[in-house]
């Protein structure tokens, strides 16, 4: 089991970055593929992006792809977001998920843990 914390959201104009982090608890954080979703209000729970779990391979919405990048550190127990040119759309809450399954798929069922949250709001 691993537990999951999120932080490094807040207000950001457009244009601007914000980078993202997801510390997790347990020795078995290597075990698991990451990922991050995001979740506007009025709106279902939307994929972002995923990184394996040696950090060898990544894969993106196609909204954020060129813009975001998804990174982790095995050895901090942490799983990164770095968000450049943000964009009023981009506003939501960003959560961190970890799933045991290989195959990458980008719907929030086939995850396994999930944090709470950080709020990224961006203005216009």
């Known amino acids: 089991q691993v537990q999951l914390v999120e932080s490094g959201g807040g207000l950001v104009q457009a244009g601007g970055s914000l980078r993202l982090s997801c510390a997790a608890s347990g020795r078995t954080f290597s075990s698991y593929h990451m990922g991050w979703f995001r979740q506007a209000p009025g709106k279902e729970r939307e994929f972002v992006a995923t990184?394996?779990?040696?950090?060898?391979?990544?894969y993106y919405a196609d909204s954020v792809k060129g813009r975001f990048t998804i990174s982790r550190d095995n050895a901090k127990n942490t799983v990164y977001l770095q968000m450049n040119s943000l964009k009023p759309e981009d506003t939501a809450v960003y959560y961190c998920a970890a799933r045991v399954s290989p195959i990458v798929v980008v719907t929030p069922v086939a995850y396994n843990y999930w944090g709470k949250g950080t709020q990224v709001t961006v203005s216009s």
């Open positions: 990184i394996s779990r040696g950090g060898g391979s990544t």
